[in-house]
């Protein structure tokens, strides 16, 4: 499972930059030889950019593939994001599928009926399949709903000193559980997590990390998420 925003991003990116290398490839294949044309007993080879319904088919399908990475830039949901990489991979993938086995059918055979599949045919359409997995790959992509916002960090990074002397960062020991206590004594607070005022008499605190909340904030939050949104200790029944 992909936990953090950076993580899915770099997976698009991945799978974003496969399909455009693909998407490259197959419009390369233009240039290998499609099909076989026998025209009285005589062998012709016919490359695959001498159709133009097979050129302009995997020229369009090409450029759907790579366009998504691109796309994406400009793109802030990762929902969004991995929606339109896919579904543009998997329109070029489509296009790049379908042209050799459509200018076969409505190009060629319309020129001579005695020709067969050459080399570059079965590369066209494998580099077109390929792009449909991509895409797919890219749709499948599971992104966690991020229900918490990123103001809630429980565990701080490491400081750079210990990154400089090699040494393992002291790992903040892992608070296990906590208890929702009363807070009476607040008078004045704000609530982490609505970012409203607390009156008097409503506060609850974290024992583990002194966060205060709405009793009616914190109750909804831990009976979904069972942990205190600001430490993520496990909230025990008091
Ligand atoms: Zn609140
Ligand atoms: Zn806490």
Redo the contacts with the bound molecule.
């Keep these: 499972m992909l936990t953090t925003r950076e993580e899915v991003m770099s997976r698009l990116y991945k799978i974003g930059s496969g399909a455009a290398a693909m998407g490259a490839i197959h419009v390369l294949t233009l240039l290998l030889s499609w099909y076989v044309q026998v025209i009285d007993g005589t062998e012709k080879y016919v490359q695959g950019l001498v159709s133009p319904y097979g050129t302009m088919m995997s020229l369009i399908g090409g450029a759907l593939a790579g366009v998504g990475v691109i796309l994406i830039h400009f793109i802030k949901g990762l929902r969004s994001m991995k929606n339109v990489l896919g579904v543009s991979i998997i329109l070029g993938g489509i296009l790049a599928t379908i042209s050799p086995i459509y200018s076969y059918w409505f190009w060629l055979l319309e020129l001579s009926s005695y020709s067969r599949f050459d080399l570059g045919f079965f590369a066209a359409v494998f580099t077109g399949v390929i792009l449909l997995a991509i895409g797919a790959l890219a749709i499948l992509t599971p992104i966690r709903e991020e229900v918490i916002s990123t103001a809630f960090t429980a565990v701080p990074p490491a400081a750079p000193e210990f990154l400089e002397a090699g040494m393992a960062a002291p790992s903040p020991p892992r608070p296990a559980t906590t208890k929702l206590v009363p807070a009476s004594d607040v008078e004045e607070a704000i ?1 982490s ?2 970012f ?1 005022f607390i009156s008097e008499g409503e506060a609850v605190r974290c024992s583990n990390c002194d966060a205060l ?2 009793r009616g ?1 914190i109750e909804s939050w831990v009976s979904v998420n069972g942990i205190c949104p600001s430490c993520k200790a496990i909230v025990m029944e008091s």
């Design positions: 609530c997590i609505c409203d909340f709405h904030c």
